[in-house]
């Protein structure tokens, strides 16, 4: 399975930008990168995904490094309703492989 | 807005007991997938469905998991008999097209099983 490396836990100040990083340096070309999150007791939920281009959308943005080995999701103003646990993803082989995530603390 | 439905949403149960577990997908999605999620860790892929049939199975624990999707439309997940390793909740998922490269999975809230 495509491996990806994010950090254990994390925290940001309410209504302050928040940036989640996520290394994947044995991405192939043909690798999406994927962001979900689970908020508490929920199934997770999808927000983002990209291949090469940088990609906005109504929850977040996608940064993608230029040779495709590490991804940033930004979130422009977090609230406490985004306290969740982020997951980044490479699909392949038509799978969505989860890996542990990043713990992501919103502080008052 | 539509929604992938599961139930129950709660299961407590004996070990060496049967369990099941039912999804119905979001109408027109062909893909339908089952994962399961121990408490503190990622949802992990059991099965994954492509219309009536399986495209993976290979993470399922064949000796006493089972899972169908008959009419390609809702799914049955089953356990027997369940083990205490077995607690954790389980996830239903599916998408509209088979590969998730252009799409993206919906996800419904899940079925937590307790083995007693």
């Known amino acids: 399975d495509a491996k990806t490396t994010q950090p254990n836990s994390m925290e940001s100040n309410e209504e302050e930008p928040v940036h989640l990083p996520c290394n994947h340096s044995?991405?192939?070309?043909?690798?999406?990168i994927h962001w979900y999150r689970q908020l508490p007791s929920q199934g997770p939920e999808y927000v983002i995904h990209?291949?090469?281009s940088n990609v906005n959308n109504r929850m977040a943005s996608l940064a993608i490094a230029e040779d495709r080995k590490s991804s940033t999701l930004i979130l422009h103003r977090a609230t406490l309703r985004d306290a969740a646990v982020y997951y980044c993803?490479?699909?392949?082989?038509?799978?969505?492989?989860f890996g542990k995530g990043t713990r992501l603390h919103i502080l008052p | 807005e539509a929604e992938v439905a599961q139930s129950p949403r709660y299961k407590i149960t004996e070990k060496s007991q049967a369990v099941a577990f039912w999804c119905d997908p979001i109408?027109?999605?062909?893909?339908l997938y089952w994962y399961r999620q121990i408490l503190g860790q990622g949802p992990e892929l059991l099965v994954q469905?492509?219309?009536?049939?399986?495209?993976?199975d290979s993470q399922l624990p064949k000796d006493r998991f089972s899972a169908e999707r008959l009419k390609g439309v809702d799914s049955t997940l089953k356990i027997q008999p369940a083990e205490l390793g077995d607690s954790a909740m389980y996830l239903c998922?599916?998408?509209?097209?088979?590969?998730?490269?252009?799409?993206?999975?919906?996800f419904g809230e899940g079925s937590r099983l307790t083995v007693l």
């Open positions: 469905f492509q219309d009536e049939s399986v495209v993976d």
């Open positions: 990209g291949l090469t």
């Open positions: 998922a599916s998408s509209l097209v088979l590969i998730p490269n252009t799409g993206e999975l919906f």
């Open positions: 044995t991405i192939s070309g043909t690798d999406y």
């Open positions: 109408s027109g999605h062909a893909t």
């Open positions: 993803i490479l699909s392949r082989d038509d799978k969505i492989i």
